[in-house]
C-alpha cells in the first residue's frame, strides 16, 4: 500500500510503502496510520535526510562463489541496480523545503 504525503504547499507525494517506512525511520516516525511533520520539526528533518550516505549497503559477497558469480554481483544489471535511501528520499526532502518555506505541514495517512 502506498504512502501519500500531502501538504497545503505543494501536490501529493506517493511512495511505496517499505521506503515511505524506511525515511520515516530515519526521521523518528512511523509509516503506520497518520503522521505528521510540523514546520518546527522540518529543519532537523532536512539535516537527517541530507546526510543520509548516498551509497546503497553493499550486497553481502559470498566467499565460497566463483570468479564470475561474484563478478556478476559486483556489476549488476540496470534494472538489479540498489538505490540510496538518500535517492529515495530526494523528493520529500524537496517537498519539506517547499512546506518549511511556505511554514505548512506535512501529513500522511489522512
Known amino acids: 500500500m502506498p504512502v501519500k504525503f500531502k ?18 525511520r530515519v526521521l523518528g516516525k512511523s509509516a503506520e496510520g497518520q503522521g505528521i511533520l510540523t514546520p518546527e520539526d522540518m529543519p532537523a528533518a532536512l539535516l537527517v535526510l541530507k546526510a543520509l550516505p548516498d551509497q546503497p549497503e553493499p550486497a553481502p559477497v559470498d566467499p565460497h ?21 538518500r535517492k529515495r528520499a530526494w523528493p520529500l526532502v524537496k517537498m519539506i523545503e ?9 501529513v500522511w495517512g489522512v
Open 7 to 24: 501538504s497545503q504547499a505543494t501536490g501529493d507525494l506517493v511512495m511505496v510503502q517499505a521506503h515511505a517506512a524506511a525515511v520515516l
Open 65 to 85: 562463489a566463483d570468479a564470475d558469480e561474484a563478478q556478476a554481483r559486483a556489476e549488476p544489471a540496470f534494472q538489479d541496480e540498489k538505490v540510496s535511501l
Open 98 to 106: 517547499e512546506a518549511q518555506a511556505a511554514s505548512k505541514p506535512i
